[in-house]
Nanobody, 115 residues
């Protein structure tokens, strides 16, 4: 059984920064992909960034140059450093862990950026 526990969301002014963390526990195998997705009210969930176990990264165009994803394999933890935040970044952010035969989600953490 896999569990993902997120932390670090909150309220910040435009231009500010936040750092999200997601710790994974349970039957986690090597070769996985961890990532962050977000869902704003009335919109579909969308990719923010992903990172493989070998630290190859992928970002949505809307966050390139502002957000940085990283991971600590020893701690099974993925991070999302968010800088230069904009009101349009407001959403619930979900941690994701993709294994070979399964896909797992965290409970979500709210990020609100005020203008």
């Amino acid at each position: 059984q896999v569990q993902l526990v997120e932390s670090g969301g909150g309220l910040v002014q435009a231009g500010g920064s936040l750092r999200l963390s997601c710790a994974a526990s349970g039957n986690i195998f090597s070769g996985n992909v961890m990532g962050w997705y977000r869902q704003a009210p009335g919109k579909q969930r969308e990719l923010v960034a992903t990172i493989t176990s070998s630290s190859s990264t992928n970002y949505a165009d809307s966050v390139k140059g502002r957000f940085t994803i990283s991971r600590d394999n020893a701690k099974n933890t993925v991070y999302l450093q968010m800088n230069s935040l904009k009101p349009e970044d407001t959403a619930v952010y979900y941690c994701n862990l993709k294994l070979i035969f399964s896909n797992h989600w965290g409970q979500g953490t709210q990020v609100t950026v005020s203008s």
